[in-house]
Each structure stands twice: as C-alpha cells, then as structure tokens.
C-alpha cells in the first residue's frame, strides 16, 4: 500500500494589526481573492481573512488573524518567517520586482508586507495546477500560482526536526523537507535562528497547515503521535478539519483537509463579500460585528466589461 503523503501547503496563518491595510495589499497589491471574512474561532472577537485563489483552493490560502492595533512581532526560533510563492516565469518576476518596489536578485524577487511579513517569489518547477486570482491589473500569466513552501528558524542544536519529518512522510537534504502528495508538493526550510528571541505579533506568521484529505485526518492524527508530537483532537473549523502540534523545533503545524471548502456557505461568485459565521458562533454575531473593523469588499470598486 503506497505511504499516505501530506498534500503540500494548505494554508499559512498570519498575524496583522491593521485589517484595512491587509486586504488593501494582500487583495490589491498581491492580487489574491478575499475569499472569506470570517472569525477567529478561537477568540472570536477578532477577524480571519482568508485569501486565496480564485475557487479558495488549499495550496493557495494565506490568512490573518486580526488583534487591531497588535505590535509588531520579530520570527524567531520556532517560527516561520517566510512565505514563498510560485509564479510562472522569469518575466513574472520582473513584473512583481517592479509591482512591490524591489530589485530582483536572481531567480527570486524578496519583498516584505506593509508589517514586515516576507515574501518570496520563484518559478515554479513543478506539475501542479497554477493556482491563480483574477486582479485587472495582473495578467493571468503573471499572478501568483499559490504556494511554493515556507523558511523557518530552527532551534539551535536541534537533532529531531529530520527524523520527525520523515516520519511524516516528508523527504528532506538536511535543511529543506519537502511533501508531495497526489496532486500538489510544498516545502519547509531551516535556517539558523537569529539570536533575538522571536515574538509573536503583526507581521509574523501563527502556523503553517499542510493538506490531508478527509478520510485520512484520523490515520494523521495517530501518525503524528506515533512520531512523538502531541497533536490536539480533529476540531471541526466547518470548512476543513484541523489537528495542531509542534514540530521538535517548536514550529506549530496543522494538518487540514482539503474540504469542505469555502463555497459550503457561499456561493463561490460571491466569497468573502460579507461577514460569514460558522453556524456554531452564529448566535455570536450581535456581539462580534459591531466590534469587527469596518472592512469594504475589494472588488467593489472593479470596472467589469
């Protein structure tokens, strides 16, 4: 029986202070669809902004928490502090090296968000499916393609993060370990931690979750503790399943499923235009959306033709 595969990136969490300026760089300047203005069912009295491709697709999905007004953070050990991205060409790179306002350095462009979160961009080398946002100011042929991995620090003098990965399933050099799954692959690499401790806050990212399908969370969460992790119960977040734990390192992982997805509750010409509860925090909506920033649909303001 072939070995079940982690199916990539799934999404990757992220910290903001300032939900206006988020969607207006993350849907304007990057050209992603907001594609769920949601909660943090977690504390649900601050947002989760989801954005992606065009369908919402896991690959392609990174989301923010917002705690407005939230200090800027620093990645440290146990912490991401990347997020690569595929693109699908050289010119596409010169296209975004002049969109956000750097030089390209070689066959990458790095930039960082208005909070300090950074970016990579590089062409993409493999099969999958592009996974693209329409933006009228982007050329499908330029836009991102969803994601390509994820840099993280490691904590020094760590031995397990190799063994534990590859329990997982991961194939990895030494540094960089990658998953590839049925239908998409993604990566995580370590790199020496800086010696100021991190410090969660805007610009940093909360957790990376990689793609499982439906029927196989349950066999993850064994696998994950087998490997020696401690991962949470399977909680139902209504559009995927999520389990949670560390990596030896201390980098919080999830594992979620490539459904339901985030048309369940929406129809998909219309995601992320409106505040949207899962039915088990509706009864929540009279407290929460009077204390939520005040958020416009991005696409409003588009002329269609």
């Known amino acids: 029986m072939t070995e079940r595969r982690l199916n990539g990136i ?30 943090n069912q977690d504390d649900p009295t601050v947002y989760h902004l989801f954005y992606a491709d065009e369908n919402g697709t896991p690959g392609a999905d990174i989301t923010f928490f917002e705690y407005p007004g939230a200090a800027p953070g620093r990645a440290g050990a146990g912490m991401v502090h990347t997020v690569a991205w595929r693109v699908g060409s050289a010119e596409a790179l010169d296209f975004w090296a002049d969109r956000v306002g750097v030089e390209r350095d070689g066959d990458t462009v790095v930039f960082a968000d208005p909070e300090g979160l950074r970016h990579e961009l590089v062409v ?15 050329p499908r042929e330029l836009a991102l393609q969803g994601f390509e991995g994820v840099r993280a620090y490691r904590r020094a003098g760590e031995t397990e993060i190799a063994p534990f990965l590859e329990r997982l399933g991961f194939e990895g050099d030494g540094d960089r370990f990658e998953s590839r799954g049925e239908s998409r692959g993604g990566w995580i690499e ?24 439906m029927e196989d969370e349950e066999a993850w969460q064994r696998r994950v503790a087998e490997a020696g992790a401690r991962p949470t119960p399977i ?31 929406e129809d998909p010409a219309h995601l992320g235009e409106k505040l949207v509860l899962p039915p088990a925090f509706e009864h929540l909506r009279a407290q929460v959306e009077p204390i939520l920033t005040p958020l416009p649909n991005p696409r409003e303001a588009w002329t269609r033709t």
């Open 190 to 213: 370590y790199e020496a931690a800086p010696e100021a401790h991190g410090t969660s806050g805007a610009g940093t990212v909360h957790h990376v979750a990689w793609a499982s399908t």
């Open 235 to 265: 909680i139902d977040r209504f559009w995927f399943l999520s389990i949670y734990f560390r990596e030896p390192s201390g980098v919080l992982f999830e594992i979620a499923t490539l459904g339901p997805g985030f048309a369940t509750d």
């Open 124 to 138: 993409a080398q493999v099969p999958d499916e592009p996974l693209v946002a329409h933006h009228p100011e982007i």
């Open 10 to 39: 799934h999404h990757v969490t992220c910290i903001t202070g300032d939900a206006p300026a988020n969607v207006n760089f993350y849907a304007g300047t990057l050209g992603l669809r907001l594609v769920k203005k949601t909660v």
